[in-house]
């Protein structure tokens, strides 16, 4: 039986006429009734995707229609539903994120990354604790951020973070443009690790932190930890993964 859909898409005219195309050859079942969300768009859109289908946790299949498109599959309106059925699958689990400013907590959750960014001229000064320990008294840089495995090929990656499996229970500190300690390339952490990052010289050199599309300037101190309880399912077709596509990047140009 093949699976009921429902399909959103980017703004872009490419992809909404993409949309009506797909919706003229599929049934589109509406978001409560689907069994399968299909995104077209790029990462951005996909990262928006998940976010808006969190509480109804169903499988979402990606097809590229933006830039890079690591997380998407490539556009084919042929023989859908037959790659679904042979889709392989992928489960992911967000970062939260638990921004403190002088007067607010803010709680959000990031699929890709939390980051950490100066605000002004002035480089950051950050303390980074792990589990409650203090690993670094003060890191001078534009800024730092924890990516999971799914968020490593992304800024994590540009930041020059290491690539991890999607499979790994493993979480990547990364900073980014380190001044001092010069040579500090980050850490990689097991999935459980809660990161503390607490600003220093905050009305000198402020900081906004970031939960993938969600911002929060001007922050004291930032709370990173894997949320275990939330899953989402990706889908990818038969033979190009998320591992095939985190190995083939590790080699390519």
Same mark, same amino acid.
């Given at each position: 039986?093949?699976?009921?859909?429902? =399909?959103?898409?980017?703004?872009?005219?490419?992809?909404?006429?993409?949309?009506?195309?797909?919706?003229?050859?599929?049934?589109?079942?509406?978001?409560?009734?689907?069994?399968?969300?299909?995104?077209? @768009?790029?990462?951005?859109?996909?990262?928006?995707?998940?976010?808006? *289908?969190?509480?109804?946790?169903?499988?979402?299949?990606?097809?590229? *229609?933006?830039?890079?498109?690591?997380?998407? $599959?490539?556009?084919?309106?042929a023989d859908l539903t037959d790659r679904l059925a042979r889709?392989?699958?992928?489960?992911?689990?967000?970062?939260?994120?638990?921004?403190?400013?002088?007067?607010?907590?803010?709680?959000?959750?990031?699929?890709?990354?939390?980051?950490?960014?100066?605000?002004?001229?002035?480089?950051?000064?950050?303390?980074?604790? #792990?589990?409650?320990?203090?690993?670094?008294?003060?890191?001078?840089?534009? @800024?730092?951020?924890?990516?999971?495995?799914?968020?490593?090929?992304?800024? $994590?990656?540009?930041?020059? @973070?290491?690539?991890?499996?999607?499979?790994?229970?493993? /979480?990547?500190?990364?900073?980014?443009?380190? =001044?001092?300690?010069?040579?500090?390339?980050?850490? /990689?952490?097991?999935?459980?690790?809660?990161?503390? =990052?607490?600003?220093?010289?905050?009305?000198?050199?402020?900081?906004?932190? #970031?939960?993938?599309?969600?911002?929060?300037?001007? #922050?004291?101190?930032?709370?990173?930890?894997?949320?275990?309880?939330?899953?989402?399912?990706?889908? *990818?077709?038969?033979?190009?993964n998320l591992d095939e596509r985190i190995l083939t990047e590790q080699f390519s140009d």
């Open positions: 039986m093949a699976p009921r859909l429902h =399909f959103v898409a980017t703004p872009v005219p490419e992809g909404q006429a993409a949309l009506a195309n797909l919706r003229q050859q599929y049934d589109d079942a509406g978001p409560d009734k689907a069994d399968v969300i299909v995104a077209l @768009g790029g990462d951005g859109f996909m990262l928006q995707t998940l976010h808006t *289908f969190l509480e109804r946790s169903k499988p979402i299949y990606g097809m590229n *229609f933006g830039t890079v498109g690591f997380l998407m $599959n490539e556009y084919n309106e889709a392989e699958q992928a489960t992911v689990h967000p970062l939260r994120m638990r921004a403190n400013t002088a007067d607010q907590c803010v709680d959000a959750l990031a699929f890709n990354e939390v980051s950490l960014l100066r605000q002004t001229r002035q480089a950051t000064k950050l303390r980074i604790l #792990v589990d409650g320990k203090v690993r670094m008294a003060e890191l001078i840089c534009d @800024g730092a951020l924890v990516a999971t495995p799914a968020g490593s090929t992304a800024y $994590n990656l540009s930041a020059h @973070g290491p690539i991890l499996p999607i499979d790994s229970a493993l /979480l990547a500190l990364t900073p980014i443009s380190a =001044f001092r300690p010069r040579r500090w390339r980050g850490a /990689l952490l097991p999935h459980r690790a809660r990161v503390r =990052f607490e600003v220093l010289e905050t009305q000198k050199r402020p900081v906004s932190a #970031v939960a993938d599309g969600l911002e929060v300037r001007n #922050v004291t101190s930032v709370d990173v930890a894997q949320d275990a309880t939330i899953s989402m399912v990706m889908l *990818f077709d038969n033979g190009r």
